[in-house]
């Protein structure tokens, strides 16, 4: 504390201490400690000083700091010492002759020299500093009786990642960070929101203190107003992955911006209507961020960059949805205390259309660095406002690239060099953005069509050194983990560096940046204490750091170089690593398959061959020779320590139209596809991983072609993309429809088709986007059309899964009617018989039980829970309930990983029997 104001007070001539002075000189005391309980009649306060001293002339007189308020607010010693100091120098400050800045809401009160705040107009903002930790503001405002006061702060500062600012509302008295009416203190946020809805005649008084500030300064932002409505954005946009059949996604959302709003209701141009107050927890407050999803309906509220509420409705939704929106509007209209708005709105232009890169972007997942471009065609007549953006970004994290293009660009080059060995995403966007005031609201609308690229990026010749004494090739991949840069290694071929000796370790550092830390292939992860080379030679050489080096113990399993010594990290720190391949390794990355069309492995029918998926991103092209009308199997079968899961993509003759798709057809998660040619010629296919851009989605596998004697009816409709279960009764059904994940974008969640089979032959898709993680679902038998599905996604306090009730009487738009969390945290199967309905349900983090929920549904709209059964698997085994079958009083359920089947007698459904 002394430190701080003597650095205050530098230039002033004031001196402070501890010790009370000895001797005749005259000093001034600050008395520190308990509170201001004392002059509770005059408001609340942290300190006082005796007078505002003008030149100083009384140098005996005394202030008081009231120490118990300043040190609840605190949340460490260093937050309590800056606070404790910024007090004491204020009433010092008046102890010399300093007054107050503005002016004083009660001029005649016999504190107001030295306590009372500027005073605050309605609508008017004002902009101040606070001076590092603990520095607090305090204004004031007159309000009338019965209206509703809303209080914005827009923080800003050099480093908003670590200001956490806290705003505090009072009626006739110093608000404290106990003592308040109404506090806005949402945590590490430098920008906060509070409100008093209906407020006393009188005085106010509103302070705004820094909690937290990695930064000397600063700045605010601080408005006082009425409620009412600030802005009102609309948009939509569309998505694909280049090449990638099942990605096509669509969304549209309306955002709300505004204070004290009290309601909000909107219907969409394909008839789903969204109301504020069905979509807000019970306990909400505005200070309190929310979330809540209903079917297709993703609905977030909080507090927005600038210390404004938000309210945001977005929609995932299908194809038909999208092009209602080419014509259709959204009537929507928002209620403040005191006031209301509505409008239609609509979108002005049609969008582009998805514009995929050429092939000559990097679409087939390998680049080199330093010959990145992005090329696509024209966009063909864009609207006015109309510009394209590209945002591309490491997916392990840092080289993050964005740029704003004109309309009339066709291609791109990233400006700053992108990292060796790093996975990259790359977003480009064609996007229309419209500006207008409708009945004195300004209103915007954003029409994006969009695609992602997902490309690894390989080594340029000028990257990589070689030591002249070893004939070793080195290299610094992108910064990443310690694992994720060793699997870079890896892939081409080699390993983190492995350091033999101090001639080594020299040589190596001088190829290194300064100052930077950088990953070396020593761990202790198999076992703690033993370090070991990852490249499996034996240590015959440490540089260990000075203090105990390597000193982290569980914590830190990998070693860093830096600074010429070696000190233990976490595995998870973001760093570079040191690539060390072999003499007479070329520094590539390796493959052993094409991942180009015109280069694709030519294979003959039948073979069998070994292939490996070399690096992340990795992707492996063949192609064959196929007979007309004869089917074909292709099959990929998975090794326990190679690939983890795959997938097979099969191609028409062009090698760009895309024919089938598996994912797990095979043996476990291995992928299996059976196949007629409708013509002869050569065809393609494709072995991808499934999450190409996770650690260890790479690998070996082994591949299967040859003919196969089945004769395949032509089917008579089909979906375009997986389906993951299928349940129809009388003329309807419902199919949930898988996910695909590719690069750095994942649409993790499967579309709910609804379907209208009133012509067998020729079934209705009338689908709706249902976000969430739909594991299974089943239609009710007694024509009440009910659809029951289990969501994984939204989940409730607890953390458990969701049994949601749909009423589809009207096909093309169900309505959610309830939603029931479930016994377990995590659910597979479903199965209905009679009037009860089964579940297939786990507990997350428990691997070897699954159990039997039992639901009473006798009333279609409440499902009743009223039994459970605990199946218990062998030791450490994969029990999951994956599939259930009821019926005759028995419940078959299959554990798909463990290949178990369970029967269990639900003669009684309240008291489920194992039998065996």
């Not at 504390?1 to 007070?9: A, G, H, N, S």
């Not at 024209?378 to 609207?383: D, H, I, L």
């Not at 070693?559 to 007479?584: C, F, K, M, Q």
């Not at 009473?856 to 459970?868: E, H, K």
Request: with cysteine.
């Amino acid at each position: 504390v002394l430190r701080e104001l003597q650095q205050r007070f530098a230039s002033s001539g004031v001196i402070f201490t501890a010790k009370q002075p000895q001797g005749a000189q005259p000093y001034s005391t600050i008395y520190i400690g308990g509170n201001d309980s004392a002059f509770a009649e005059y408001g609340r306060f942290l300190g006082l000083a005796e007078q505002v001293d003008a030149g100083n002339a009384d140098s005996e007189d005394n202030g008081i700091i009231f120490a118990d308020p300043i040190v609840r607010g605190c949340r460490s010693v260093d937050m309590c010492s800056s606070a404790m100091a910024r007090v004491i120098a204020h009433e010092a400050g008046h102890l010399i002759g300093f007054s107050h800045r503005g002016p004083s809401t009660d001029p005649e009160g016999p504190l107001s020299d030295v306590a009372l705040p500027v005073e605050l107009s309605l609508g008017t903002p004002v902009t101040d500093t606070l001076e590092g930790t603990g520095d607090s503001d305090v204004y004031s405002i007159q309000m009338a009786a019965g209206q509703h006061l809303a209080v914005q702060l827009d923080g800003e500062s050099a480093n908003d990642l670590y200001d956490f600012n806290e705003l505090y509302i009072r009626y006739g008295a110093l608000p404290t960070a106990t003592q308040y009416d109404a506090a806005g203190k949402e945590s590490y946020r430098a920008d906060q929101y509070a409100e008093i809805p209906n407020t006393q005649e009188g005085t106010y008084y509103i302070m705004v203190q820094c909690a937290w500030d990695a930064s000397p300064l600063s700045s605010y932002t601080l408005q006082a107003r009425l409620p009412g409505i600030d802005s009102v954005g609309m948009g939509r946009e569309s998505y694909a992955v280049p090449g990638i059949a099942f990605d096509d996604a669509y969304e549209y959302g309306v955002e709300v911006r505004g204070a004290g709003i009290t309601g909000i209701d909107l219907t969409t141009p394909w008839g789903y209507h969204a109301h504020l107050q069905d979509l807000l927890p019970p306990d909400w407050t505005i200070q309190a961020p929310a979330e809540t999803q209903r079917g297709s309906l993703e609905f977030e509220t909080g507090v927005d960059d600038h210390g404004l509420p938000f309210f945001k409705f977005k929609w995932d939704i299908t194809a038909a949805q999208w092009a209602s929106l080419n014509t259709g509007s959204t009537p929507i209209g928002v209620a403040w205390d005191g006031g209301a708005w509505s409008a239609s709105l609509n979108f002005d232009s049609v969008p582009q259309s998805v514009q995929e890169p050429s092939p000559t972007s990097p679409v087939n997942r390998s680049v080199q660095p330093d010959n990145v471009t992005i090329q696509w065609g024209p966009w063909n007549s864009p609207s006015p406002n109309s510009y394209i953006s590209i945002e591309m970004d490491n997916a392990w994290g840092g080289g993050y690239v964005s740029e704003d293009l004109p309309a009339s660009a066709t291609s791109w080059t990233p400006t700053t060099p992108l990292g060796i060995g790093g996975f990259y995403g790359c977003d480009l966007d064609f996007n229309t953005y419209v500006e207008a005031t409708v009945d004195g609201v300004p209103v915007t609308t954003q029409s994006s069509a969009g695609n992602n690229l997902a490309f690894v990026v390989g080594i340029p010749d000028t990257s990589w050194q070689v030591n002249p004494d070893t004939g070793h090739t080195y290299f610094l991949t992108a910064s990443g983990s310690w694992w994720q840069t060793q699997t870079v290694a890896a892939g081409f071929g080699g390993n983190l560096a492995t350091v033999n000796d101090e001639a080594e370790e020299t040589w190596i550092e001088q190829q290194l940046p300064s100052n930077e830390m950088s990953w070396i292939g020593f761990t202790d992860s198999r076992q703690e204490g033993v370090w070991e080379w990852v490249s499996g030679e034996p240590v015959t050489y440490t540089d260990w750091g000075p203090g105990g080096e390597p000193s982290g113990g569980e914590a830190e399993d990998a070693a860093v170089i830096y600074s010429y010594a070696w000190h233990d990290a976490p595995v998870d720190w973001w760093e570079r690593g040191i690539v060390e391949l072999p003499a007479g390794v070329e520094a590539r990355l390796a493959d052993d398959h094409a991942n180009t069309f015109n280069e694709a492995t030519v294979v003959t029918v039948p073979s069998n061959l070994e292939g490996e998926l070399s690096y992340i991103g990795d992707i492996d092209l063949f192609s064959f020779d196929a007979v007309a009308g004869k089917a074909y199997n292709i099959q990929i079968d998975l090794p326990e320590s190679g690939l983890q899961d795959s997938t097979i993509w099969l191609y028409d003759t062009d090698g760009q139209t895309i024919l089938a798709w598996d994912d797990d057809g095979g043996h476990g998660l291995g992928s299996r596809l059976v196949w007629t040619a409708p013509a002869g010629g050569r065809y393609y296919f494709a072995v991808d991983a499934i999450d190409s851009d996770e650690p260890l989605d790479f690998g070996a596998y082994t591949l299967q072609i040859a003919e196969r004697d089945l004769v395949l009816d032509t089917p008579l409709a089909w979906f375009d993309s997986p389906v993951l279960w299928l349940e129809l009764q009388g003329n309807w059904g419902a199919a949930m429809s898988a996910p695909y994940y590719t690069g750095v974008m994942s649409n993790d969640e499967g579309m709910l088709h609804l379907l209208s089979i009133d012509d067998p032959s020729s079934p209705a898709d009338l689908g709706q986007y249902l976000p969430g993680e739909m594991a299974a679902g089943a239609i009710l038998a007694d024509g009440a059309r009910r659809l029951y599905l289990l969501d994984g996604g939204p989940r409730d306090s607890l953390g458990h899964a969701e049994l949601v009730v749909l009423d589809t009487e009207t096909l093309g738009a169900p309505v959610e009617i309830n939603r029931i969390s479930i016994a377990c945290s995590d659910a597979d199967s479903m199965a209905i018989d009679g009037s009860y309905l089964y579940l297939g349900t786990r507990i997350e983090g428990i691997g070897d039980r699954a159990y039997l929920e039992v639901y009473d549904i006798s009333n279609p709209d409440a499902p009743l829970f009223v039994g459970l059964q605990e199946i218990a698997g062998p030791p450490d085994s994969a029990f999951d309930p994956w599939q259930l079958l009821v019926a005759q009083g028995r419940a078959y359920m299959l554990h798909e990983q463990a290949g178990t089947l369970s029967i269990l007698d639900v003669q009684n459904p309240s008291a489920p029997q194992l039998l065996g």
